[in-house]
């Protein structure tokens, strides 16, 4: 057969699948009476409700300050301010065929104006709810903290902690299966934390696999509970609620990078205005052969840990609280992390091992978590091995640093 008629086979058979898939009476043809309008966001949908859209946007803006004291001579008061735009995000979600097709497109600007794609993936969701298949670039689910939006934490930014710990966004396939109203359990397949941004062929993982469990331990309705927990706030009239969870993620690295087995173990707890949070996560590198450039020597058998603790109050309920967290992590001499398929810089071996930070503030909510001001303070007790922007922590040789935050975010 010659390649012309190859060609035309193909796009005849791609014809006739295209024909079927709009002859299926749950692709929503044609149809009139659609609706339009806003709830939590823009939407357009057919009047069947089988096919949707809903736009979004999410802004944060930030003046920072920060100010660090080092040792040597001359002078150590080495302080810097200014504004950040923290985050610009433009999402797009909704189903189509009927409500169990499901997409999601997160567009997201950076400080310095470029954008690039985050969430990037489509789903399926059987008919009675208890499993939901989604491909494509996504976050494995791993921390608690990662899991809960940008737009919920509870001070101006995650954690350091999460930021060093997390996967983040990787290419892969996830399974989300709901056995029973208290417990979800999500296994992703991915190609390696912070590798969102790489092709397979550049990133330093070949393959990762992860795993977490989540049950709503107290709660008298399960399903609410859950949702309680998609941010960190304990808003006026929610129940009781405490959830727990238990995750891990292994990584197998390219010739030259090291595997990474990660775990982690969390609780969260609202009543009453009073929400609390604790973690503890903890990795372990192996290496086998030559390093490549920019791996740290010593990395073969560090292993890592770190746990957090977070308390705030809800002072006038949906309007002001108060909020606290500490957190610690034992580098064991080494700081490691990929990101956009390559090291980062500064991953090198360390002579001080631990990184101590505390962090308090308050929210002022004029819209919830929609419209809202923070202001918080950063403390580093220990030098801060790399920058971190998302933190407004610099980089440091010696002694400690403190930053001021102050935020405005705006969601619709």
Do not use: C
């Given at each position: ?68 004291d080092?040792?040597?001579?001359g ?69 608690q ?19 060093y ?17 208290r ?6 397949v ?13 990133a330093?993982?070949s ?28 808003w ?51 290496t ?8 740290p ?36 001499g080494?700081?490691y ?49 790399v ?26």
């Amino acid at each position: 057969m010659t390649r012309n008629h190859s060609s035309r086979r193909l796009l005849a058979v791609a014809g006739g699948v295209f024909s079927l898939l709009l002859a299926h009476p749950g692709t929503g043809a044609a149809q009139s009476g659609g609706q339009g309008g806003y709830n939590g966001g823009f939407f357009i949908r057919d009047a069947a409700g089988n096919n949707e859209l809903r736009i979004g946007g999410f802004y944060q803006t930030r003046y920072i300050f920060n100010s660090r004291d080092e040792d040597g001579p001359g002078n150590n008061d080495l302080d810097v301010g200014g504004f950040q735009l923290r985050r610009g995000q433009i999402n797009f979600q909704g189903n189509i065929f009927n409500p169990r097709w499901t997409f999601r497109t997160r567009i997201d600007a950076s400080n310095g104006g470029a954008f690039s794609a985050a969430y990037l993936w489509f789903a399926y969701t059987t008919e009675d709810d208890e499993f939901t298949f989604r491909v494509g670039q996504l976050k494995p689910e791993f921390l608690q903290e990662e899991v809960i939006s940008d737009y919920a934490q509870q001070s101006a930014e995650r954690s350091s902690l999460n930021e060093y710990f997390t996967t983040d966004f990787s290419k892969g396939v996830q399974l989300v299966a709901r056995p029973t109203d208290r417990l979800q359990v999500t296994g992703t397949v991915h190609g390696g934390s912070y590798s969102y941004r790489s092709d397979y062929t550049a990133a330093p993982t070949s393959v990762g696999f992860a795993g977490r469990a989540s049950w709503v331990a107290v709660g008298e309705n399960p399903s609410r509970a859950r949702s309680q927990f998609g941010d960190f706030q304990a808003w006026d009239g929610e129940q009781t609620a405490a959830l727990v969870g238990l995750a891990a993620d292994y990584e197998l690295g390219r010739d030259g990078f090291p595997d990474l087995l990660k775990w982690t173990a969390d609780g969260s707890l609202e009543s009453e205005g009073v929400s609390l949070f604790g973690a503890i996560v903890g990795q372990h590198f192996s290496t086998s052969g030559p390093l490549s450039g920019g791996v740290p020597g010593a990395i073969n058998g560090v292993d890592q840990l770190g746990f957090i603790g977070q308390a705030a109050y809800m002072v006038l309920p949906n309007k002001l609280d108060a909020f606290a967290r500490f957190e610690s992590i034992d580098f064991d001499g080494a700081w490691y992390r990929l990101n956009q398929g390559s090291v980062l810089n500064g991953s090198r071996n360390l002579a001080d091992d631990h990184l101590s930070l505390l962090t308090f503030g308050v929210n002022r909510y004029l819209v919830k978590n929609n419209a809202r001001f923070t202001l918080d303070f950063v403390h580093a007790f220990d030098p801060v091995p790399v920058s971190d922007a998302g933190n407004a922590l610099l980089q440091s040789d010696s002694g400690d640093q403190t930053t001021i935050r102050a935020q405005v975010q705006l969601r619709f």
